[in-house]
């Protein structure tokens, strides 16, 4: 086939391509945003941004839309190219289901510990999975798969930060305000979210700044993770060899360059334990499962919203409910895969239940 008939069908392809992921995204309503009265803090109400519905299950749905149209918009996917990613799942999930829609074959790779439930998920959506037993090295073999077969790593911790359109597009943050308009505190004290690539807190931050709103943003990072480390000071850009949180899809043992600190009021390190427990409590509070992340998010919340009430002030605090719990049944909330490896969540769960139970 001549060179310009080639060319010519490629860039129909990407067309299509494109129509397709923006039709998808059409069909699909916006996240919910979930109202929690905090019977215990008059004045000060909890929104919870329900990103579980998505058709993936979670946050990094969006990320892996905004990577895809990011990459076909500049040229690096074709009608043949092997799509690749290195992930902890989540976002493999959602990648899977794209490439899928546009018949790509597609390769996560992830650590040999990821719950087996995402591995599922990735293979429902027609993804293969190619397992690492040291999480560091999943960089490198997702660069050595990608060569081998000749195709794109996705790289999502080094492109979430720039992929995703900070000044609008329906990105999370202008759904959050938008969503909020009503409310009676329409513009948050707080946003709280997570760090994974980095990528959702550089989106928020720069929106906060960029309308101009008085919103404050924390970020809730595990306690073995590099990011809050780094936030306080600069110079620490990795963590040791072992140090790892049971929690997946944030916190890093190194510093991803799609992290934007300087978009970032305050951080707030999370023991796992913390997490869990407080992950547990939520589940309670909503009648349904929710991932570790929300979790790690609702600790840092109960501090901010302990220091607005003993400050005297009122408003309203934002967070995100990153993904359902179905995935960790065999992990989080099963006892006996928690006391093997020494996490003692009971204590944190009573604490929480009381701070924000209804």
Not at 87 to 107: D, H, K, N, Q
Not at 223 to 245: G, I, N, Q
Not at 268 to 293: E, T, W
């Amino acid at each position: 086939m001549p060179g310009d008939r080639r060319e010519a069908l490629v860039q129909a392809w990407r067309a299509d391509a494109i129509r397709r992921i923006e039709a998808d995204f059409n069909r699909s309503a916006d996240t919910h945003l979930i109202r929690l009265d905090l019977a215990r803090y008059p004045g000060i109400t909890l929104y919870l941004k329900d990103e579980s519905s998505h058709p993936t299950g979670s946050l990094k749905h969006r990320l892996a839309r905004s990577l895809f149209l990011y990459a076909l918009c500049n040229g690096w996917i074709r009608p043949d190219t092997c799509i690749i990613e290195a992930s902890s799942g989540s976002t493999a999930v959602s990648e899977a289901y794209f490439a899928r829609m546009l018949g790509l074959r597609f390769i996560a790779v992830v650590p040999a510990s990821t719950a087996a439930p995402k591995l599922d998920a990735i293979r429902f959506h027609g993804g293969e999975i190619h397992t690492v037993d040291d999480p560091r090295t999943v960089y490198d073999v997702a660069q050595g798969l990608a060569r081998e077969t000749k195709g794109h790593y996705l790289d999502q911790f080094t492109y979430a930060e720039r992929a995703t359109d900070w000044r609008g597009n329906n990105n999370i943050a202008e759904s959050i305000f938008a969503q909020m308009a009503a409310e009676a505190f329409p513009v948050p004290a707080w946003i709280v979210c997570g760090a994974g690539t980095g990528g959702t807190s550089a989106t928020i931050g720069r929106y906060i700044a960029y309308q101009r709103h008085a919103t404050r943003l924390c970020v809730a990072d595990p306690v073995h993770s590099v990011f809050h480390r780094h936030f306080a000071d600069p110079t620490v850009v990795s963590l040791p060899e072992a140090s790892a949180s049971c929690v997946e899809g944030i916190g890093r043992p190194r510093v991803e360059p799609s992290f934007i600190p300087s978009v970032i009021d305050r951080m707030i390190a999370v023991d796992d334990a913390a997490s869990i427990g407080a992950m547990r409590a939520l589940s309670h509070r909503l009648g349904r499962r929710v991932g570790g992340s929300t979790g790690t998010n609702l600790v840092a919340i109960a501090q901010l919203v302990d220091e607005m009430a003993s400050q005297g002030e009122t408003g309203s605090i934002v967070s995100i409910l990153c993904d359902g719990g179905d995935r960790y049944g065999c992990t989080y909330y099963d006892d006996h895969w928690l006391r093997e490896r020494g996490v003692d969540w009971w204590p944190h769960e009573m604490l929480f239940r009381a701070q924000f139970d209804a």
